[in-house]
């Protein structure tokens, strides 16, 4: 297997560090936030399904952007500042909507903007990884796993943020060796600004102005000279001729409607409501989840290697049905079940690993080089940009109707889960990969 040089994994490591540290600070502590500020769960569910226009952009003007005309680092850089701008912003109206309620129309706007900005960097960097790793079935995951570690620690610095005060108060009681300490450490904590529910923007823009900068560090990753094809995303439509490519978006499609976005709508509830986690440390239980990212990011290559592509991503679809069922269970009683729940939280890393990164490498897999960018925006736009959405707004619905019932709301996407890995199993015929682990292309 080719060798990982250390100066293009260190700066790929912090390029996934930041990248999902941007949004690993609000994702997780949002639905808590809009609770806090009396959105309602349709309101909610606008403010997630806004974010589809920017992966509405990246397949057509943002995949045609780095494959032609664009180096891919001065693009993510140019959109991780224009990003961190935005999530300032973002925390003003909030404030805002907070105090007056009539600001509704700006919120929409400012999350469009920031999606736009945002989220076609995500393909981006991934097909930035694929160009530059020698052998991204094996290596992939070796960078992608510092991603994990950004969103778990941006997490844990928002709950610490929030919370230090009580923090402080507690570990000056519980080790009182370490009083002193603690006092230096809360004047310290005095010349700063008294925390507000709104930081978590404010340090999400912080990570995007961040990463904005860190791009000088990235390997220049030019346009394509010798391109066949003028426009790179219409060229990347004749990949539908496939009928397993054409299946296998499908299914993705599916997932991101029927089954990944009640997660983030409704867990974080679930944690608040149901288990009485406080609020300001719901991101940090949350880090189960994440945690679960490490096995499953290095188990991945051999996964790939041993059971093939079809079974690795079969086995994040039923990893989707066993999670919904745990948390369906583990708010079915009057206090809920922590333990069923948090094992619900630790199949994260299968249920992500599995399914998003698997279909990444696929699709990298049915794509000339000069086109990787497109066909990462687009299969981001078919699962995020349309199906994301639309599941959201089918998430805002469910959890209005079923906002007193745990057990059905998190069973209904259960069922799903299981009926699309049937449908999965039976319809998709996949090479199985060869000794390298990499899929055969049509």
């Avoid at 805002?96 to 989220?119: D, P, R, S």
């Avoid at 450490?185 to 995007?208: G, H, K, N, Y």
């Avoid at 219409?234 to 599916?254: C, E, K, Y």
């Avoid at 997660?263 to 149901?274: F, K, M, Q, T």
């Amino acid at each position: 297997m080719p060798r990982l040089p250390f100066t293009l994994w260190w700066r790929l490591s912090v390029l996934w560090f930041l990248e999902w540290g941007i949004t690993g600070t609000i994702m997780t502590y949002l639905p808590i936030y809009w609770e806090e500020i009396q959105l309602s769960k349709q309101e909610q569910g606008q403010l997630m399904a806004v974010t589809a226009i920017g992966l509405w952009v990246a397949p057509f003007i943002v995949g045609q952007v780095a494959d032609r005309w664009m180096a891919t680092e001065k693009y993510l850089c140019v959109s991780h500042f224009v990003g961190g701008v935005t999530l300032y912003g973002l925390a003003y109206a909030a404030e805002l909507y907070e105090e007056t309620h009539l600001n509704f129309q700006t919120l929409l706007a400012l999350c469009g903007v920031f999606a736009v900005a945002y989220f076609p960097t995500v393909p981006l960097a991934c097909s930035l990884c694929f160009k530059h790793l020698p052998d991204p079935d094996a290596q992939f995951g070796k960078v992608r796993v510092w991603g994990t570690v950004g969103w778990m620690l941006s997490g844990l610095a928002l709950s610490v943020w929030l919370s230090h005060d009580q923090l402080l108060t507690w570990v000056g009681q519980r080790f009182l060796e370490l009083r002193d300490e603690t006092h230096e450490i809360r004047e310290v904590f005095d010349w700063l600004p008294r925390p507000t529910q709104s930081d978590c923007f404010r340090m999400s823009a912080l990570l995007s102005f961040a990463l904005s900068s860190f791009c000088v560090f990235l390997p220049h990753t030019p346009p394509a000279h010798t391109a066949k094809d003028k426009v790179a995303p219409l060229a990347v439509l004749s990949l539908f001729g496939n009928r397993t490519f054409a299946l296998f978006m499908t299914t993705s499609f599916l997932l991101a409607v029927l089954i990944v976005p009640l997660y983030s709508l409704a867990v974080p509830n679930l944690l608040h409501e149901v288990l009485r986690v406080p609020g300001n440390w719901v991101p940090t239980v949350m880090l189960v989840g994440q945690i679960s990212e490490f096995p499953a990011l290095l188990l991945l290559s051999v996964c790939l290697k041993k059971m093939g592509l079809k079974t690795t991503f079969a086995l994040g679809i039923a990893a989707w049905s066993l999670r919904y069922a745990l948390f369906s269970l583990g708010g079915s009683d009057h206090g809920g079940s922590a333990p069923l729940v948090l094992t619900g939280l630790a199949l994260h890393g299968v249920c992500h690993v599995f399914l998003v990164i698997v279909a990444q490498l696929y699709i990298d897999s049915q794509t000339r080089k000069d086109l990787r960018a497109s066909t990462q925006s687009l299969l981001a736009f078919v699962t995020l940009g349309i199906g994301m959405p639309l599941g959201a707004l089918l998430g805002g619905v469910l959890h209005e109707q079923f906002a007193k019932n745990s057990t059905t709301l998190f069973a209904i996407p259960a069922a799903m889960a299981l009926a699309l890995l049937g449908v999965f199993w039976w319809t998709i015929r996949i090479p199985t990969a060869d000794a390298d682990g990499a899929v055969p292309t049509p």
